[in-house]
């Protein structure tokens, strides 16, 4: 599978494996070959799929996996005219991201908990809209800092696109507080309790014991970049959004701004 996926992230090579064998599974129970695919047993695989109530979205990363395998096969008509479930258009909304007074109170528990590697995680995912996989992924030689100005080097984002992403005075501070104490050998930046790369799910967990996720974080940087007056394409770049588009969502209301217009409008 490491092969079909040349060129794609860590995590899409998993999921394309993971597809992969579901699908060679699902294939002998019905007497069929992984090496040896039809159109028909692909358009039956993905019948049966919606059968089994599977969301568009996920019957789409089953679809790339599928294309990806029969063109490394070179197979390609297997997959060709498939009819799928139509995904969903996204709704006009912005993600869900945290209010001040959220964002203000994850600040104050995270500092008056004095673990320096966890305060200088969250102020950068807050203050950068890095996704947990590239927090995860960055190593020391990433960072690059001085008291006045740095800069963080993104070398596996999604899609595999590389970005330089300034870190503002507060991540700086917060990384050199815990680079200061950091102990354990290797390149990762930030190591988990067996002094080992952190793992995005390891950071997710933390993240849960304060009510919020990495995704909201994320979308916090986001939304304030855009509310704040900067254009589109720039927070694109900083997000390292490959489709301006999904950038576009955080100049949306969000539900808790249409709610507050109409209690406003209504007297």
Request: aromatic letters at 8%.
């Amino acid at each position: 599978m490491a092969q079909i996926a040349m060129g794609k992230s860590e995590l899409t090579a998993k999921t394309y494996g993971f597809s992969m064998a579901q699908f060679a599974e699902w294939l002998q129970a019905g007497g069929g070959s992984i090496k040896r695919i039809t159109r028909h047993d692909v358009q039956s695989y993905f019948v049966y799929l919606d059968t089994q109530r599977k969301s568009p979205a996920t019957i789409e990363k089953n679809f790339a996996a599928l294309v990806a395998y029969a063109n490394f096969v070179n197979c390609p008509h297997a997959v060709q005219n498939i009819r799928r479930p139509a995904v969903r258009k996204t709704k006009n909304i912005a993600p869900k991201s945290l209010t001040r007074n959220e964002r203000n109170r994850l600040l104050r528990e995270v500092e008056q908990s004095g673990n320096l590697r966890n305060i200088a995680m969250v102020y950068l995912l807050l203050y950068t809209g890095l996704r947990v996989s590239e927090l995860s992924g960055l190593d020391l030689g990433d960072v690059d800092m001085s008291d006045r100005k740095g800069k963080m080097e993104v070398r596996h984002g999604k899609g595999n696109i590389a970005r330089s992403v300034p870190m503002p005075r507060e991540v700086r501070y917060s990384l050199s507080r815990y680079l200061e104490g950091r102990k354990g050998e290797g390149p990762a930046l930030f190591l988990s309790s067996r002094k080992k790369r952190i793992s995005p799910r390891t950071v997710e967990q933390l993240l849960q014991q304060y009510g919020t996720h990495p995704h909201a974080l994320r979308h916090t940087f986001c939304r304030e970049l855009v509310q704040s007056g900067v254009d589109i394409v720039t927070v694109a770049e900083l997000a390292g959004h490959a489709d301006v588009n999904v950038t576009r969502r955080y100049a949306s209301p969000t539900y808790e701004q249409m709610s507050e217009a109409i209690e406003r409008a209504m007297f």
